[in-house]
């Protein structure tokens, strides 16, 4: 069974399929060491890794798909990856589907904010008309040639006008074909339990810490139907408090010894690097070649 099989399997269950968001390769590999069977590639997390800079936009489709390409590459479970609006029209969109397909990805969603878009959570947002909205996930649904490829519709109409614009979205999206439906943040319990009432479609939900979303319990969103419970940037902001927890102890005592019981061990990090295996290989191509001689 392909990545992407595996995950249009898991999530046609609707069983809250807990997916942690990863921001960079090692965080990737440490997911998918836990045991969880599916990784989010943040976009939130990608610009704060690779650019330091907030999600307002400032990563393109080039940046996004060579992220999400070294993500694919060191995982054996599937990707769920962030592809914002889709770098502009439905033209674009067809071409941000086809890019993101070929660098292996199980899943990508498409929102429907105005370019230059923002996080989710923050205030502020503007929204595309519905029609056009409609329009480009279509347009995603029809570029993919993979029909396990999922397209996941996000709206974050809640925000820009109010919770019945964001159901008749939801609506159109999944008239449009869209595989999963994201209402994002939806202001309190009752307003989940209202997106959760509303669809047949399989739901994601953005548990994102600090946001405008009430953080349920997993249980509770596993009885209100959510097919996906992203933690979309946990990992990140929990690995800067601890390097900067670090950082600043090692000013003030000018010195790292007394910090030792923070490090992973250079061993463990080497062994989740891979570089063993790496240096196994090297040295079995090594006596090929001497073997040649």
Do not use: W
Not at 17 to 28: C, F, H, N, Q
């Amino acid at each position: 069974m392909t990545r992407r099989r595996t995950l249009r399997t898991l999530v046609e269950a609707k069983q809250g399929l807990i997916v942690p968001g990863a921001y960079d390769g090692i965080s990737a590999k440490l997911v998918q060491q836990a045991g969880f069977p599916a990784v989010y590639m943040t976009g939130y997390g990608t610009s704060a890794s690779r650019l330091g800079l907030p999600d307002l936009g400032f990563a393109g489709l080039a940046e996004m798909v060579d992220h999400a390409r070294n993500l694919v590459a060191v995982l054996d479970v599937p990707l769920i990856a962030d592809a914002d609006t889709g770098y502009g029209n439905a033209l674009n969109v067809r071409r941000t589907v086809q890019m993101y397909e070929a660098a292996g990805v199980a899943a990508l969603h498409i929102e429907d904010q105005v370019t230059p878009k923002r996080c989710g959570h923050l205030a502020g947002h503007q929204v595309i008309p519905r029609a056009e909205f409609a329009g480009k996930i279509r347009a995603a649904v029809e570029a993919r040639t993979d029909p396990d490829l999922l397209v996941i519709a996000r709206t974050d109409a809640i925000s820009a006008v109010d919770l019945d614009e964001a159901l008749r979205r939801g609506e159109a999206a999944a008239k449009a074909g869209a595989d999963v439906l994201f209402i994002e943040a939806p202001r309190d319990q009752a307003q989940v339990e209202r997106v959760a009432r509303a669809f047949d479609t399989p739901l994601l939900y953005n548990y994102a810490p600090g946001g405008r979303s009430p953080l349920l319990p997993f249980a509770r969103l596993r009885e209100l139907g959510f097919a996906i419970v992203l933690l979309p940037v946990d990992t990140l902001l929990v690995a800067v408090q601890a390097m900067r927890d670090f950082l600043t102890a090692a000013k003030a005592r000018d010195d790292v010894q007394a910090l030792k019981d923070r490090y992973m061990p250079f061993r463990d990090f080497n062994e989740l690097i891979g570089v063993n295996a790496q240096l196994a290989l090297a040295e079995r191509y090594a006596d090929g070649a001497r073997s040649a001689t």
